[in-house]
């Protein structure tokens, strides 16, 4: 399988997905998307794989199945792609990764981990806990994905300083710029060393 080849999964917007395509069109980005796995229909994700023409896969959107269940069909659907890369990019389900798949799966995570981070973490919730706690300084972590939440090695974080007057939206803006900045920076790391 190609390294450079990913599927991205997805769970919502697409801004991520935007930004790898966008990236890859320009050549700031030694990729091509293969596939994106999405686990809902009807999100605006998927819009925006129509209009990159993007193979995609929607998975499961009753919930149906189990996390085994749901992991052997996504990476089923991955491996058929020729993809050797999975980018989780707000993608909201655990994904049960076979053991041959690791340090081969990637996610970001809207804080630094290992703060803020692990089951029922995500989204505004992070970012509510962050100023909740009077935290100075936020941020974002690209980490390789193993069997727990927001674990697993670190690839790159971006520090975000939290302003005085911050509410849960602005923080999330300026969280949401470092992390267009680490994700395609861990992808050219974990390219680097594949």
């Not at 009077?134 to 727990?148: F, N, Q």
């Not at 927001?150 to 300083?161: R, S, Y």
């Not at 849960?168 to 594949?194: G, S």
Request: hydrophobic share 45%.
């Amino acid at each position: 399988m190609n390294a450079r080849r990913i599927a991205v999964f997805v769970s919502g917007t697409g801004r991520h997905l935007e930004n790898f395509a966008e990236l890859a069109r320009s050549g700031k980005l030694d990729c091509e998307i293969g596939l994106v796995v999405a686990d809902k229909a009807g999100i605006g994700a998927l819009e925006r794989a129509e209009r990159f023409g993007l193979q995609v896969c929607v998975l499961d959107p009753e919930r149906e199945l189990d996390a085994t269940a749901f992991g052997r069909a996504a990476f089923d659907a991955v491996e058929a792609a020729d993809c050797g890369t999975v980018v989780l990019a707000g993608f909201m389900r655990f994904l049960d990764t076979p053991a041959h798949w690791a340090g081969r799966v990637l996610n970001i995570h809207p804080s630094l981990l290992p703060a803020f981070g692990g089951k029922g973490f995500y989204g505004g919730r992070v970012h509510a806990a962050v100023l909740e706690r009077g935290c100075k300084l936020s941020g974002c972590t690209v980490h390789y994905v193993d069997d727990e939440y927001d674990h697993g090695p670190i690839l790159v974080q971006k520090a975000v300083p939290v302003r005085d007057g911050d509410d849960k939206d602005a923080l999330a803006t300026r969280v949401f710029e470092a992390e267009l900045a680490a994700y395609p920076e861990a992808l050219r790391q974990h390219f680097a060393r594949n």
